[in-house]
T-cell receptor, first 115, second 114 residues
Framework: AQSVTQPDIHITVSEGASLELRCNYS??????LFWYVQSPGQGLQLLLK??????LVQGIKGFEAEFKRSQSSFNLRKPSVHWSDAAEYFC?????????????FGAGTRLAVHP | DAGVTQSPTHLIKTRGQQVTLRCSPK?????VSWYQQALGQGPQFIFQ???????QRGNFPDRFSGHQFPNYSSELNVNALLLGDSALYLC?????????????FGPGTRLTVL
């Protein structure tokens, strides 16, 4: 069965520090992988996605993620965190068969940023 | 472009009642998916509507039902509410078709069951 694991429930970093959020997935084929961000009271915003090709993908707001098939991972990174990055981050895998595009999400990682 | 809109923003119901949540998709989108996000959890897929039919469903009981209208807007209905149905309900819209298309999420409806 497809699943997504985000091992870190909460992460706290200082503003300006680098960030890495971990994501591991279980999926039988080459997955479609996503990172979303959710601010309080807001819906989900897509940060970046991986479908195929270059395993290092760039997203919005200075985020990037690297797909590592051997480790079944898709970790999110940012070289320098801003206070406005404080939010909840969700990794998701998109099973796609027959034209269907539902998403399976991890439990999320809540990011706090210290000034 | 208004994006995906949902109504109401918040809702309080008691156990056993029924509730209807509404979603208007992003302009040009014809597919609507519904997700339930319990507190402290990631969103869980409920079902997806395309061309006014439910075309795939997650692991949710029949108390959860939906509808899609000719203008592609959608409703989520939950009958016989349980305390465990308290959650943020997210609607996402996308383009149907054979290739993957990004889902755009609305702000959600916060349902509290007392």
């Amino acid at each position: 069965a497809q699943s997504v694991t985000q091992p870190d429930i909460h992460i706290t970093v200082s503003e300006g520090a680098s960030l890495e959020l971990r994501c591991n997935y279980s999926y039988g084929a080459t997955p479609y992988l996503f990172w979303y961000v959710q601010s309080p009271g807001q819906g989900l915003q897509l940060l970046l996605k991986y479908f195929s090709g270059d395993t290092l993908v760039q997203g919005i707001k200075g985020f990037e993620a690297e797909f590592k098939r051997s480790q079944s991972s898709f970790n999110l990174r940012k070289p320098s965190v801003h206070w406005s990055d404080a939010a909840e981050y969700f990794c998701a895998v998109g099973p796609f068969s027959g034209g269907y595009n539902k998403l399976i999400f991890g439990a999320g990682t809540r990011l706090a940023v210290h000034p | 472009d208004a994006g995906v809109t949902q109504s109401p923003t918040h809702l309080i119901k008691t156990r056993g009642q029924q509730v209807t949540l509404r979603c208007s998709p992003k302009s040009g989108h014809d597919t609507v998916s519904w997700y339930q996000q319990a507190l402290g959890q990631g969103p869980q897929f409920i079902f997806q509507y395309y061309e006014e039919e439910e075309r795939q469903r997650g692991n949710f009981p029949d108390r959860f039902s939906g509808h899609q209208f000719p203008n592609y807007s959608s409703e989520l209905n939950v009958n016989a509410l349980l305390l465990g149905d308290s959650a943020l309900y997210l609607c996402a819209s996308s383009l149907g078709g054979i290739s993957y298309n990004e889902q755009f999420f609305g702000p959600g409806t916060r349902l509290t069951v007392l």
